[in-house]
């Protein structure tokens, strides 16, 4: 029972994972033609909130465009397979809330970016993270590497892990 347990939970966390992976991208925010570091990091995070809407919204057809088409991730994932994943995980799913917290965000280069990001997911609208004890939500957190091309900037890798709700609250 406890190995039945682990497998079902390590499948949660990767589909988590690839929701909010998918739900983080950057093709729908494009660079404005300005290189200043403020205006890469205003895109970073107009992309997350854009991308989280659409996969609140459950479009796959936006979401596979949110991942570079060189991701690989340390457990061998590829885009393909993320996206296929996701799809996965949007079929059982009706309902998909999220509420993110960017802790850091690291500009290394002008096409080259990290983040450091909490996001809580529920089956229920979530109004502010004071709610997120009664939803009873899941908090993962992600280190997102970013990689801009074509103007647009895409997620190249992640890593994530599992955090308690008190995380959410700690700055």
């Not at 390590?10 to 925010?29: I, K, P, T």
């Not at 659409?54 to 936006?62: F, K």
């Not at 957190?141 to 994530?160: C, K």
């Amino acid at each position: 029972m406890r190995r039945l347990l682990g497998i079902k939970i390590e499948f949660s966390l990767r589909l988590a994972f690839l929701a909010v992976l998918l739900s983080s991208g950057s093709g729908l925010v494009s660079a404005c033609g300005k290189s200043n570091p403020l205006d890469a990091a205003e895109q970073i995070r107009a992309a997350i909130a854009a991308a989280q809407g659409a996969a609140q919204q459950r479009d796959i057809s936006t979401l596979k465009d949110f991942v570079a088409d060189g991701y690989k991730d340390l457990r061998g994932y590829e885009k393909r397979e993320v996206v296929r994943l996701v799809q996965g995980y949007l079929l059982r799913h009706r309902n998909i809330h999220m509420l993110s917290k960017i802790i850091d965000l690291e500009l290394m280069e002008p096409t080259r970016a990290s983040t450091l990001l909490l996001v809580a997911m529920a089956g229920r609208r979530i109004e502010s993270a004071e709610q997120l004890w009664d939803l009873r939500a899941d908090v993962f957190q992600f280190d997102l590497s970013w990689i801009r091309t074509n103007g647009a900037w895409q997620v190249a890798n992640a890593t994530w892990r599992r955090v308690r709700i008190d995380d959410f609250f700690s700055d």
